[in-house]
């Protein structure tokens, strides 16, 4: 029989002895607790009694959470800029609609003068063509 079958028959496996071995076995490992970054957040707390593993393994997880949750924030944070550049680009929108606006309304205003100008000029035109005419006339008769 293998040895490993033999182990399983003689003895149940003790796994905070198990990790007591492992741990000991590796002293950069005891030595250097693993890198966590800061104190965990505030809305969890270990509970009394959890091995050592399962807080490891449930800390590990909140800060993987935490740091999703984070990066969310922050893709809020930049949606927040960016609704801020649609509202700067809203206003200035609205002054380009306002120039455009004043701008057609002095177009509309030139060319008011300039029909009214041109429409003088042809009753004014007309009047002076009347006028050659009716000497023109005279002259053909004789009366001037």
Known sequence: MATIERLHRTAPLDLAKLEEDVVGSL??????????????PAYVEHEEGVPRVGALTAEAVVRDYEAAAREIEAMGAELINAAKKCEAM???????????????????????????????????????????????????????
Do not use: Q, W
């Open 27 to 40: 002293p950069e490992i005891r030595a250097a607790p693993p890198a966590l970054s800061g104190p965990m």
């Open 90 to 144: 809203t206003a200035e929108v609205h002054n380009a609609i306002a120039f455009m606006r004043d701008t057609a309304a002095s177009y509309r205003e030139e060319a008011k003068k300039i029909f009214k100008r041109i429409e003088e000029c042809a009753i004014f035109t007309e009047h002076v063509r009347k006028t050659c005419e009716t000497v023109k006339l005279k002259m053909i008769e004789g009366k001037v």
